[in-house]
């Protein structure tokens, strides 16, 4: 018999006695059940105990969160978080340094817990923690506890980093600028200082005040501290004020910050994990934000020293030694010059940069390319002026629209996704990346023209054939700017061609009535064939990410569906898993007939909580939730595009419901395109052997003729 939902059978443990399997009615207030369990063993004064889980983070169970236990968790009767947070407030003060380590060792461990938190920081906790750390007394290990525990409870968001004095501000930026500190103070150190650079205006001041870049880059050697380093550089590059953002960039860049990550981390020797990644994407993002001022510039066409610029250009193209002398020659010749040069105002092509975006960043871009690549811009330039008027690749027009281009694709000034890892190893290989990122792709539209034969009229086709080809060859992820040339050269006209061709078969190449009718015929067994693949994904299972105000925790979690598709199981991780995790190793489970429902996005409950800023964006766009009985759900963040779609995709197969994601319909097209040419092949390759005069019949419904070049 089914016992009613408001039962749970779960086993609670109490050291030195053998464990009670109790029926915990859910109905019945906490501390009841407190008391009985306490009866059992004898104890009094219930009331100074409370209910722990005994795996993974062993929080303490309340009111609130007493709806996720499940049928056979292990519980572990434990003295209150009130009691515990009294005693180990006391043992931390204690003379014995033996007794004050283990105090401390502990308190790291329980202030990751929310209740334990509340209870301690309302006890004062966080000032004595302070004073310790104050005080300069704590070496070692107990000073790493110590700040481990700190910066757990100030997560929790109860007190403002405000509070913060500055005397422990400057004491945990001394760590930080001492040659030998241990590696784990270093860590929590600079932790503690991004923290309070992210959460408050005023401490980014007095951060700042007291750490400089170089300090911090000078930190980059280590691997076990690169990441924290970073994650400072780029919280306080992403608080500083408008202008000191300039300041500091032209720092970093004589610091040699970008050479400094490209041999130690991007060419290290170890691979890059996540939150790395995210924080050379973030770098990435915040460096590229410096153009945006440029970005958003309108020429002003009676600023002389703009128009110099333009000047500059026509003198290079043409060498301007030898100007006529009168005024009108003069202006006949510089309209005709401008006009060659390809602007679209031949008279004042100041008016060609008065759009924004991009504005002033697009004649910046062309004088670099005129002066540093003068021999690639003549030749550009002049090719094109000699070409017949209806060829010409009007390079002004060009150079504008692909730096406006540009700045799409690489979403120059956004704010960084807090999910996104998509940083690319070549923008660390030059000082100049942009500019010289836009030399190669100014050489590339040249030649995609010429391969088009393209006129005036095909201006905006070449563009999306331009836009594609650096898109694919940012996604295959150079190493090097040379490297993006050599993926560029293999992306030509043709190419791109065939690729669009053979990624349109499934949707443009079938479309007779014949066809329409066998992909119809095909596409259930198809689409039953995916549903076995993503089922048997999930009964791989996936590891999850846990979100929290600290990426470099890096605390993970996974979920796997068992083998007879009838329960989730699922545990908390200490790291990434390689490879799949045991069952046993999941503690806890859910019934597949329990799951009411599968939501996305902003509809999911942990997402509803986050605020709606920039940086949550691509987090909202690989959030799901698992609905099931009774009003419980289970959070998902997944680690990618493809695990979102596997997951959604699998859950809604195993809910019997449509599966309607994007890798859904792309796998679908793919895979019935390739059943149909080969059933269309097995007719073409069909040996008729002699027969007798054919019978008339009735006409077939594949009367067609498929051609195969």
Not at 17 to 33: F, G, H, K, T, Y
Not at 246 to 272: D, F, Y
Not at 499 to 524: A, K, N, T, W, Y
Not at 644 to 662: F, K, N, P, Q, V
Request: aromatic share 8%; proline share 5%; charged share 25%.
């Amino acid at each position: 018999m089914t016992p009613p939902a408001d039962i749970v059978k779960v086993a609670i443990e109490w050291p030195g006695a053998n464990a009670q399997l109790i029926e915990m009615d859910q109905r019945r207030p906490l501390s009841s059940v407190i008391r009985e369990v306490c009866d059992g063993w004898s104890l009094s004064g219930s009331e100074q105990f409370a209910l722990r889980y005994a795996d993974g983070p062993q929080l303490y169970i309340t009111e609130q969160s007493r709806a996720d236990i499940k049928n056979g968790t292990i519980l572990r009767l434990a003295i209150s978080p009130a009691r515990a947070a009294r005693q180990l407030l006391d043992r931390i003060q204690s003379h014995s340094i033996d007794a004050r380590l283990e105090a401390l060792k502990e308190l790291a461990k329980l202030s990751a817990d929310p209740t334990f938190a509340t209870e301690f920081i309302n006890m004062e906790g966080i000032g004595t923690l302070a004073r310790l750390v104050e005080s300069g007394t704590h070496f070692g290990e107990m000073l790493a506890f110590t700040l481990t525990a700190f910066l757990e409870l100030m997560d929790h968001g109860i007190v403002s980093w405000d509070l913060i004095s500055i005397s422990f501000i400057k004491q945990i930026a001394g760590y930080v600028n001492q040659p030998m500190v241990d590696v784990s103070i270093l860590q929590r150190s600079l932790a503690i200082l991004e923290s309070m650079v992210l959460n408050s205006h005023s401490l980014y001041h007095r951060v700042a005040q007291e750490i400089t870049v170089g300090q911090l880059i000078g930190h980059l050697s280590n691997q076990e501290i690169q990441t924290y380093a970073i994650a400072l550089i780029n919280a306080l590059f992403l608080k500083a004020p408008e202008d000191r953002r300039q300041e500091m960039a032209s720092t970093l860049a004589q610091k040699h910050l970008r050479s400094i990550i490209l041999n130690h981390v991007i060419r290290g020797n170890r691979p890059i994990k996540a939150e790395m990644a995210h924080q050379l994407y973030v770098l990435q993002v915040l460096t590229f934000n410096l153009l945006e001022e440029r970005m958003m510039t309108k020429m002003d066409p009676n600023d002389q020293a703009q128009r110099d610029i333009i000047f500059e250009l026509r003198r290079i193209a043409f060498d301007g030694e030898n100007d006529p002398t009168g005024t009108e020659k003069r202006k006949a010749m510089y309209t005709k010059d401008y006009k060659m040069l390809g602007f679209t105002n031949h008279v004042n092509p100041a008016l060609d940069f008065t759009h924004t975006p991009p504005g002033m960043l697009a004649l910046d871009n062309m004088l670099y390319l005129a002066k540093v690549h003068q021999d690639t811009y003549i030749r550009i330039v002049l090719e094109n002026s000699s070409r017949e008027d209806k060829h010409e690749c009007p390079f002004g027009r060009c150079a504008i629209e692909l730096t406006r281009m540009l700045c799409e694709i690489l979403q120059v000034g956004e704010l960084p996704n807090e999910g996104c890892n998509d940083y690319h190893p070549m923008f660390f290989t030059h000082d100049r990346a942009w500019e010289e990122f836009f030399c190669v792709c100014i050489q590339l539209l040249n030649k995609t023209w010429k391969e088009m034969r393209a006129t005036a009229e095909d201006f905006n086709k070449v563009m999306q054939v331009v836009r594609e080809q650096i898109t694919r060859a940012l996604a295959m992820k150079p190493s090097s700017i040379d490297q993006l040339k050599n993926k560029l050269r293999g992306l030509s006209y043709s190419e791109i061609l065939r690729l669009r061709q053979s990624e349109r078969m499934s949707q443009d190449d079938f479309q007779s009535p014949p066809i329409i009718e066998l992909r119809e015929r095909i596409q259930p067994e198809i689409l039953e064939l995916i549903k076995q693949q993503r089922l048997n994904r999930l009964c791989e299972g996936s590891c999850f990410r846990k979100l929290g105000n600290r990426r470099r925790q890096e605390k993970f979690w996974f979920c796997r569906l068992s083998l007879n598709h009838k329960v989730l199981h699922y545990g908390d991780l200490d790291e990434s898993p390689q490879g799949e995790v045991p069952f046993e190793l999941l503690s806890d489970k859910i019934p597949v007939s329990d799951i009411k429902s599968v939501v996305t996005g902003k509809d999911c409950p942990h997402m509803k909580e986050k605020s709606a800023l920039k940086q949550n964006k691509e987090v909202l766009e690989l959030a799901f939730s698992v609905l099931y009985d009774p009003d419980e759900t289970l959070n998902f963040v997944a680690p990618n595009k493809y695990e979102y779609c596997i997951w959604t995709d699998g859950l809604c197969a195993l809910l019997g419901r449509e599966m309607g994601s994007d890798l859904t319909r792309s796998d679908l097209d793919t895979l019935i395109s390739m059943e149909m040419k080969l059933r269309l092949l097995d007719l073409e390759n069909i040996t008729i052997p002699e027969a007798p005069p054919p019978v008339p019949k009735e006409p077939s419904s594949y009367n067609f003729t498929y051609n195969y070049s």
